[in-house]
T-cell receptor
Framework: AQSVTQPDIHITVSEGASLELRCNYS??????LFWYVQSPGQGLQLLLK??????LVQGIKGFEAEFKRSQSSFNLRKPSVHWSDAAEYFC????????????FGGGTRVLVKP | DTAVSQTPKYLVTQMGNDKSIKCEQN?????MYWYKQDSKKFLKIMFS???????INETVPNRFSPKSPDKAHLNLHINSLELGDSAVYFC???????????FGDGTRLSIL
C-alpha cells in the first residue's frame, strides 16, 4: 500500500528566508505527486503536481518541488518566504490504479517569524 | 464563483442523530470525493464517485452513505452519529481519474 511521510511536524522560518519541506513516499510504480496548502479554516489548495517528465516542477505562489526517484522524495521549496505562507502543507501521492485515491502525509505546519 | 461548495460549513449535533452534508461542483468534473480530516489534521479518503458510480469505498462504517444524484453533486449522509465522527469533512472533485483534485472549504462536524 502506498504511504507518504512528512518528517517535520512544525517548521519555523523567518520572513525572507528560504523554506524546504520534506516528503517521502512509498508507491510501487511511477507516482502522481502533489503538494497542497491549507490555511486556517480553509480547504486545500493545489500548489503543484508531478505526473511525468521534468523532475523539477514549478507551482503557484513561487513554490517548486523536485521529484527524486532514487530517494523516493518530492521536497517542496521556496527561495524567500512571505508571512502569508504560514499554513499547513500536505504532500500526497495519487494511486492511478485505485480511482485516483490520494494518500496524504501528516502535514507540516509552517510558522513565519517577522 | 465557488468551484466546490459544501453546506453547511459548521454542523453541531448530538450523538445518535442523523445528518447530511451536501457538496456541489460547478467545474464540470466527472469525479468527486469525500475526505475526513481528524483533530490531528490527518486526511483520509472515504469515498469516490466517477460519473455517479461508486469507485472508492474505504473502510468506513456503513453508517456513512454517499449519494450522487448527478455528477455535479455528491452528498454524505451519516446515521447514528458518534463522538468519533467529529472531524472536518472535505469534498473534492477532479476532471477525470488521475487529474488534480479541487477541494471545498470543508464542513466542521461537532458531536456533543
Amino acid at each position: 500500500a502506498q504511504s507518504v511521510t512528512q518528517p517535520d511536524i512544525h517548521i519555523t522560518v523567518s520572513e525572507g528566508a528560504s523554506l524546504e519541506l520534506r516528503c517521502n513516499y512509498s508507491y510501487g510504480a511511477t507516482p502522481y505527486l502533489f503538494w497542497y496548502v491549507q490555511s486556517p479554516g480553509q480547504g486545500l489548495q493545489l500548489l503543484l503536481k508531478y505526473f511525468s517528465g521534468d523532475t523539477l516542477v514549478q507551482g503557484i505562489k513561487g513554490f517548486e518541488a523536485e521529484f527524486k526517484r532514487s530517494q523516493s522524495s518530492f521536497n517542496l521549496r521556496k527561495p524567500s518566504v512571505h508571512w502569508s505562507d504560514a499554513a499547513e502543507y500536505f504532500c500526497a501521492v495519487g494511486d492511478k490504479a485505485a480511482g485516483n485515491k490520494l494518500t496524504f502525509g501528516g502535514g507540516t505546519r509552517v510558522l513565519v517569524k517577522p | 464563483d465557488t468551484a466546490v461548495s459544501q453546506t453547511p460549513k459548521y454542523l453541531v449535533t448530538q450523538m445518535g442523530n442523523d445528518k447530511s452534508i451536501k457538496c456541489e461542483q460547478n467545474l464540470g468534473h466527472d469525479t468527486m470525493y469525500w475526505y475526513k480530516q481528524d483533530s490531528k489534521k490527518f486526511l483520509k479518503i472515504m469515498f469516490s464517485y466517477n460519473n455517479k458510480e461508486l469507485i472508492i469505498n474505504e473502510t468506513v462504517p456503513n453508517r456513512f452513505s454517499p449519494k450522487s444524484p448527478d455528477k455535479a453533486h455528491l452528498n454524505l449522509h451519516i446515521n447514528s452519529l458518534e463522538l468519533g465522527d467529529s472531524a472536518v469533512y472535505f469534498c473534492a472533485s477532479s476532471q477525470a481519474l488521475g487529474q488534480p483534485q479541487h477541494f471545498g472549504d470543508g464542513t466542521r462536524l461537532s458531536i456533543l
